[in-house]
């Protein structure tokens, strides 16, 4: 008998709600992938979420990384491909290191920026790139489209890369990427293209958007790779095991800092708790956007609009995406556009995880200090993660062992370090020859008929 996880909407009871036409069924796991989003634009689930035999966990102690990714997606994906087809797929995803850098007793930050972007999205994007490049409809390219405002854009494409039966368009705003940006979406080469737009982020995401529904590009077989993704998700378990696994001793609680936007990687512990991980507490300390610190204090939900601007920009966020997961685990409904429809239960989340709001003042402290004590490099959102460590700490006394997430690497982000702290970090490898390459974009305005041209043209429907 197979037992193959189903997949289905948080949306699926809100049958009175205006513009939601509730999707009730089930899915399998390649369908949520390839689809992304529920037709009703609800998240996808997985029905049931696979035990782990927590005893195996202290053999994963000095092994590679795959070793861990294996046992974590294996648990899900076990009826869904061959144990050696997922093994080729997980170990050509992480071909890179993940260190743990001890700060002080046995607190300890994880990087997860030893990826080709130098961001902990790159865990994510490449497995799911793979993933869907196998689970495709065969003899049919997947044509991704990404509109992108910077960072995003370029963990993608560089997943995507060389990856079989896949191409990939990006389209970006001209005028407001940074020239470090411009070069790393350029230059990716192979099947991910770029599309330098003259307009706004909105433009590009409107061009996406029509195009999807414009039924003449219907056999061009578009999906979209979008963080909503649960084939982004699952990666994001994996290195709470792998953490665990290298720090703690057998039978222990072990406390987690992630510093928090769309709280997709902070989801990624809490089902890696409920597969049987020892999570202590998961601490989701956000930016100045403090809708969901707010909400764990006072028991009623209201998004930040607009989102504010702050150092740490990737965790910009006045309504995190996946909210909705964590409010269907604990019981309660959000929608979209953050109305909520159930309220989950409060005092359970309170009871397992801690958020809390830090400032960009400090932020900044936290990156001095942090240097100035221990001599360990944080960029803002890692500052954020420790900073709000540290805070969980003092509130409740609470001890160790502790691990806090490095989620993007230091020199992407100069200007503070350099303020900050007086030096200049140096480039990860995978960055050092940025400045020197070449790109070719293709240039584009905001008109759709151009850019439905370029598409009919240029974009391949067969292997
Ligand atoms: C995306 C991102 C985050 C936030 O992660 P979420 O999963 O959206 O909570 C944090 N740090 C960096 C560097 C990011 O790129």
Redesign the pocket.
């Known amino acids: 008998m197979t037992t193959t996880i189903r997949y289905y909407s948080t949306n699926r009871n809100l049958t009175k709600v205006e513009g939601i036409n509730p999707f009730r069924g089930y899915v399998t796991f390649s369908d949520a992938l390839l689809q992304g989003q529920a037709p009703d634009e609800g998240l996808y689930m997985p029905e049931t979420i696979p035990e782990l035999p927590i005893d195996e966990i202290p053999a994963l102690k000095g092994k590679p990384y795959p070793e861990a990714a294996m046992f974590v997606t294996g648990a899900f994906l076990k009826d869904d491909l061959p144990r050696a087809d997922l093994e080729r797929i997980v170990y050509d995803s992480y071909d890179f290191v993940v260190p743990l850098e001890r700060v002080v007793d046995r607190k300890y930050v994880m990087r997860l920026d030893q990826g080709p972007t130098a961001?902990?999205?790159d865990f994510a994007a490449r497995m799911m790139a793979r993933l869907m490049s196998y689970f495709r409809e065969k003899g049919k390219r997947l044509n991704v489209l990404v509109a992108t405002s910077g960072?995003?854009g370029s963990?993608v494409g560089e997943a995507f890369k060389g990856v079989e039966g896949i191409d990939v368009n990006i389209l970006y705003p001209r005028n407001e990427v940074s020239g470090r940006q411009k070069k790393q979406l350029d230059t990716i080469g192979d099947n991910v293209q770029a599309l330098s737009v003259a307009g706004k982020f909105d433009d590009c995401q409107d061009l996406v958007k029509m195009a999807f529904a414009d039924p003449s590009l219907h056999d061009l077989n578009f999906t979209s790779a979008n963080?909503i993704n649960f084939g982004r998700i699952l990666p994001?378990m994996v290195y709470y095991i792998y953490a665990y696994a290298q720090l703690c001793e057998k039978g222990e609680e072990i406390i987690v800092s992630?510093?928090?936007?769309?709280?997709?990687?902070?989801?990624g512990c809490e089902y890696a708790r409920r597969m049987g991980l020892p999570v202590r507490k998961l601490v989701m300390p956000t930016n100045e956007n403090d809708e969901f610190p707010r909400f764990l204090k006072t028991g009623s939900y209201s998004k930040v609009t607009p989102s504010r601007a702050c150092l740490?920009n990737?965790?910009n966020?006045g309504h995190?995406?996946?909210l909705a997961r964590f409010f269907e685990l604990y019981g309660g409904t959000v929608d979209r556009t953050g109305a909520v429809h159930v309220v989950p239960d409060v005092e359970m989340m309170r009871q397992n995880i801690y958020s809390v709001s830090i400032s960009d003042e400090e932020t900044k402290a936290c990156i001095k200090e942090t240097y100035d004590r221990y001599g360990v490099i944080l960029?803002p959102?890692g500052a954020v993660g420790w900073r709000g460590l540290e805070k969980y700490l003092e509130d409740t006394g609470d001890y160790e062992p502790c691990v806090s997430l490095e989620?993007?690497h230091p020199a992407?982000f100069p200007d503070e370090i350099i303020e900050l702290l007086g030096i200049t970090p140096e480039l990860p490898d995978s960055m050092k020859d940025i400045d020197k390459r070449q790109g070719s974009p293709v240039e584009l305005t905001s008109d759709y008929r151009i850019f439905s041209d370029y598409l009919r043209k240029n974009l391949k429907v067969g292997d």
Do not use: I, R, Y
Request: charged share 15%.
């Open positions: 961001s902990f999205k960072d995003t963990a963080s994001q992630v510093p928090s936007g769309n709280f997709g990687n902070a989801l740490s990737a965790m966020v995190p995406s996946n960029e959102h989620t993007a992407k």
